[in-house]
Structure formats: C-alpha cells, structure tokens
C-alpha cells in the first residue's frame, strides 16, 4: 500500500523529549548524552525485550574504536584475542553484524568511517567469510547516502574477485573450511577428521574437528550471493550498465547452483556438500545432519520469492519448531540432537569448554536466522510452517539468553540450547559482540525495512492478538533518509490515548493511522539534510595510540601494570567492570598524589580533552584534577578552562575545553585517594576543536 505523504495531522510522538531523558538516565546514568544523541528510543511492553535493546545499544558502543586518523573500527571482543587483526584487534567475520547494528545510530559517521576501515584501511581481511557488501549496502540505505560505498566501490569489487581461490568453477559453487567460516566443530568438519565415527576421538585439534572439513556450505554461498548483487546495485547508480549486468549474472548463476545443489532432499533443509575427501566422507556428499545455517539462504534472499519452484523450501522452517529438530528449550541449536556427536566437548583452555558448533546455542547464528526469518515472514507469504508469532516467541527467547543472572545483563559467546546458560564463559566472552538484536527489534519486529528509493517501507511483525502479545510501543528518533521517523502503536488505545492500532510519523507529523498494522510504503520528500553526512569521520582523537611505537604514549607515577596503562589511550572506551580497561595507580598505604603524562610524537593544537572514568566496586571518580602543560621546564596548570561538568563524574564523560594550545606534553595531575577508594581512567582522548 502506498501512502503519499500529505501530513493530515500535526501531532507529536509519543516519546517527548523528557520521556527520552528520562529512559536514557535510567538505562545509562551518566553516559547518558551520548545515547541521547546518537540512538533511537523505545518503549514497549515488554520488559525484557526494552532493558535487551538498550543493554544492546551500550554494548555496541563499548566496542566502537578510536583508531586514529582513520575514524573508528568496531570490535568483536572487549579484550584483545590473538586471532585478531593487529593493532585494531578487529575482525572481518563479525563486520557485517557491526554495520546492520550501527546503520541506526543517528550519526552516520560511524558506520561510514567503518566501511572505508574494511575497504580502504584493509579491514576486510578475507580471514573469514562475510557479507560486508551486501551490510554496507543495508546500511546506507538506512541513511539514503551512498558516498561512502561509492569511494570504495573499486576495492569492493576487488575483494569480491580475491574469492576465487575458494571458487569451484564445474560446481559454480564456493567452499570454505568451516573454521573459516567461524564455525569451528560442525558436522563437516568432525565428520571429516574421524571423530564423529569414534567414541574417543582425538584431542589433537587437527584431527578432531577444529579444522578440515572442506564444504560448499549455504553461507559462504549465500555471501557471495549478497554480495553480488550489492556490487550490481551500486553499478547501477553509477550508471555501468555493463557492470551491473555482470555481477547480477554471478549472482543468478550462484544462487541456481545453491538451490540445486545445497539443498538436502532427504532432510527437506539446505546443508554442506563436501569440497574434498578424506579418509571418513567423499568429495560431493552432503552432511549427515540439519544445522542452523541451512537458514542463512533467506539472510539475504537468495530463495526466490513466491514462485512455484522456491514453495519447495519453505518445509525448512518446520524444522526450526520442533524440540527434537533445531528448537531447544533454552536456545535454538546449531545441531539437532540426533548428530551423534551433539554437543560432545573436545575443545578447552585451562580447562573450560571453547567455541564448538555442533548443537550450542549462538547469538551469532540466532540473529542470522532471525533476520533470514524476518525476511521469510516479510516476503515469502505464501506459506504455512511458521508465523509472526513464532518469530515473537523465538526472540523473546534470544532476548533471555543475554541475561547471564537474573537481573544482570552479559552477552556471552554461546549457550546450552537445552540448559540454559553460556559454555564458554571466558575471559574474553563477555558483552559479546558477534550478533545483532536492535536490528532484529526496529527492521524486524517493528518492520523498518530500508530500501534504497525515497520510500518508507513498514512491515510489522508484532502479533496484534494472542496471549502475552505486546498491547503498546512507541519509537523516536529513528533517522531515515534525513526524516525524523517516529512510531507508535496501541492495541486498545487506552495507553496513548491517541486511538487503536499503529501511528507513523514523520518530521513530527503524523502520516499514519492510528490504523491497522499492515505492510506500508510512505513516499518521502526529498531532503538536504545534514544528517547525512557522506564519508565524513569522527573527529580524530590526537591522544589514541592502538599500538603503534610511533604514536603518542603515556608515563604515570605509578600503574598496576604497563599494560593498564597504555589502556588509558588505546581508543577503546567501556564501563563494563568485568573486563578490565584503563590506568589506575599502584596502591599506595599514604593515599598520595598521582599523576599521568601524555606526550605526542609532534606539536599539536590542542582546543579540548575528555576524560573517562569507572564507577564500579572501589572505584569512583578522582576528588579532583589539574590539567597542566610543560612550559619553560616546569608543570603549570592550563589557564582559562572550561569543565563540563564542573565535578568529575564516573561513567560518563568530563570535558576540559581550553584555549587552542600547541603542545607536545600534558599532565593530569590527581589528589590523594579516599581510603578503601581508587580511580580508573579509562580513557584519555584530546581534540583540536572543543568538544560539545
């Protein structure tokens, strides 16, 4: 249905600015600006479903990086793990997620500054299958400018071609190591090496499942599908029709190869097909079970839409129902449990389970089938295995598994889909950032659904009748194509009092209802807002230093380590106290004064700093503070400062803005501690412009 826009009535949404503040005072406390500024806002009714979406929100800012001159990256893990990119500690497997999540931060700068990281400063590595493309396509289309995709579109289209080592031209299918594929232990794999034919496999990772297991596998396939046509799309704005005409034909020609060959006849789900052979599986064969990444084919529509030849897979989505199939009691499952090697552990350090995926329960997955679930619901409707309300119930069971106790909120890396509670539980697992959910609630459950036309498109999966449905919500702020979107919807209409059904509004006016929930298009004028940025980064932090010998550093007159010092400028910035992040003194019996020295590797203008500090435990924010300058051999205070606020706050930002001065030394100089007290610095940044 399309509605011209024809503003009939001028009206607010519901969220007033008060509302707004107080919902972020009550989930952030004093970070609270920051969200103010930079997130939509939500209220429904559901408790768990609204602490999830902004505890999800805090997550994804605790891994967004300063990293220099190039903007910000995002990060899969708040430690550093080896396998990482050095010295960004970033990864090419969790981008995609990095960029559906952040596509609806209102400030697009981040999303973009971290596209032309993965192109332009080499962040798309190739050590792992993605999706990038086809994300950053998703992600401007959220903001309606294409500036950044365009920049890279030379290096996109090179990282798309690299893929052909992993190309088998007879099959027209890709392959992958499922390792690669960052899934280490399914099916293929530890049928591949023997120990999925033995009661006592090998502990050696090489032959128990770790690695091996070569496979044309549905989501290496389907990446490469998405991606093809993200490529096509963007020609096709630049106007090359040739090109365009080129990478749909890959496409066309991957997707065919994918139905006829990755779809399982025997098991009615799309599965592996073994590359290679080995001493226990042959090249060609299909896997011996279902997975959850038989789902991924609908991620990014690869199945066609509603014909009679795509009907056939629509039976796949029975299976993700059943208790005996992929549906566990606490998780849905990577496995189903009749693999004979369900859940069996063959991977630990010191001594604690690691990451398998023959049955665990995955955010990673979970948010991948959900979306490829959304899109089903969305634009498959002729079928009749599953249904808005199951997509209800199976995030709401997702939304559980990020409460790690009751009442504390901790995303970790997997979980017993039968049990409950996370498996891994390492150091390194907690506030995972391997997934989606704000995407899964605003394009899924609310039905925001992006295009790349002038158009907003609304597609709603919230249930309108049923038990424990969700009777209300109401969203602001949502940034679309430079328009203020907001939505609200009221089963009874006895909580907005504003009539029953669903009310969209657009730059403060009402366009909508309240009316049925029913799939919308709403034509948009067209704007120059400056919400839109381009390519535009962050404002470059001079302090951050991720590693370089080169960069500025910091000396202290004490530190609990060398490592928690350099912390305090590594461009990494959280509040989450069970990982540890930034500069505290050593203890000290006499509670004396302490002090940390940043020093840069040239003069530079320097117009404003912003300090971070922990609230958490013993620490709490320092009683005080100089901000000095080295001048003619000696420390001296920096005149004329502004302090915002005027009393140092924990968790939360402090800004000293000063007069523009060029240094190449600054000092922050702390009074004695409280006893039984401390104070982390968790991250030291300075900028050339004063800071808002």
Known sequence: MLVLLSFVLCAQAQLSPKAVHTLATHYFQQDAPWYEKNIPFLEIDDPEIQDVYYYRWKVFRSHIREIGPEGTTVLEFLPDVPWAREPWTDLNDSSAFHLMEGRWMRDPRTVNSLIEHLYTGGGNTRAFSEWIAAASLDAVNVTGDDTTLRNNFQQMQRIYEQWDDHFDRDRNLYWIEPLADATEYTIASIDASGAGFSEHPSTDPAHNGFTGGYAFRPSINTYQYGNALAIAEIARREGDSGLEQKYRDKAEKLQKATLLQLWNTKLDHFTDRYQRSTEFVKAGEQIRGREMVGYLPWLLELVPRNTAASNVYDIAWSHLLSPQELHGAAGVRTVEPSYPRYMAQYRYEEAKPECEWNGPSWPFQTSQMLTSLANFLDDYPKQNFITATDYLSLLRQYTRQHFYLPGKLDLQEDYDPDQGGPIVGLQRSHHYEHSTYVDLILSGLLGIRPSSDNVLNIAPLLPVSGKNVPRYFSLTGVLYHGHEVAMSYDQLGDHYHQGKGLTIFVDGKRVYGPSVAKHLQIALPKTTSPATRGG?????????????????HVTASSSTSEEALKQAIDGRLWFFPEVSNGWTPADDPSHSESWIELTLPRPRTISSVELYFLGAGIYRAP?????????????????????????????????????????????????PTLPATSFRLVEWKAYEKAQE
């Open 623 to 671: 009683l005080g503070i100089q901000l000095q300058t080295y001048k003619q051999g000696a420390w001296v205070e920096v005149e004329n400062q502004a302090r915002f606020p005027a009393v140092l706050q924990a968790n939360g930002k402090n800004t000293i803005n000063i007069p523009p001065t060029t240094i190449t030394r600054l000092r922050l100089l702390f009074p």
């Open 536 to 552: 535009q980064l962050e404002p470059e932090d001079l302090a951050v230093n991720i590693g370089t010998a080169d960069g500025p």
